[in-house]
Each structure stands twice: as C-alpha cells, then as structure tokens.
C-alpha cells in the first residue's frame, strides 16, 4: 500500500507525479525545485534564497507526513553548477545535526527543471 502525501504548503507537481509518497514508515519525496507555494513564483535571487526555499518545501511535505528533518535518512542534491556546491551545503547543513545527517549525494547536471540551480529529495522513515 502507498499512501499519496501533498500539502498546500508545497508547490503543486508540474507533472505526472505526486509531491510525496509514504509506504509502511518510509517517505520518498520528489524533487523540489524553488517554487513559492502560494505565488508559484521561482525564487531565484540568489543560490541561498533558492536552496532555502527548496529546504522549506521539503520540510512542509515531511510536516505532512508527521516527520521533521530528523526522520530523513538519505538526500539526493542536484546542481547545475558544482561551483556553488559550499553555499548550496551550508544552507542544506543548517537542517540538520551534523552527528545524525542523512546520507547523501550531490551530483552536477547539465539542466533542471525550469532552467532552476539547485533540486533535492529525500527519503525519510518515521
């Protein structure tokens, strides 16, 4: 049995997909690009400002899902540019508690989703 996650507070899929989805104790997030949830706008000032409200979007999906940071036990960051990998890091760093930091990969790509910088999931297991 899967059970569909989604919250307001999140923004809407821009395709075929669900914002989250939990089966047994195990939550699996799409992707989440820096889109506002309620104005649908791109926040895209600077890297900080988009990896924060990249940040805040998973974390209203993990609220949905009774879950805070600390459930997650794995994270997979995309960017367009590994030059921006330290700052990316230190906003993604401050979510978490360096001794029970979820693993983790970043890996450089050459496009995401509506041309953004940064795109991150997550799996987390209450």
């Known amino acids: 049995m899967k059970t569909i996650i989604t919250t307001p ?13 939990l089966t047994g104790n195990t939550l699996y997030t799409s992707g989440q690009i820096a889109i506002h949830p309620t104005s649908g706008d791109l926040v895209l000032g600077d890297i900080e400002s988009e990896t924060k ?17 600390e459930n997650v036990i794995k994270a997979t960051i ?21 001794p029970t930091a979820p693993a983790r990969e ?5 496009r995401l989703p509506k041309d953004v910088n940064v795109e991150i999931s997550v799996i987390a297991v209450k």
């Open 9 to 21: 507070n999140a923004p809407a899929p821009i395709g075929p997909y669900n914002q989250a989805v």
């Open 53 to 69: 409200q990249v940040m805040s979007n998973i974390e209203a999906i993990l609220i949905q899902a009774n879950m805070g940071f």
């Open 78 to 98: 995309f960017i367009s540019n590994m030059d921006d990998f330290q700052k990316i890091n230190n906003v993604y760093g401050s979510y978490f508690n360096d």
């Open 106 to 110: 970043t890996v450089q790509v050459a």
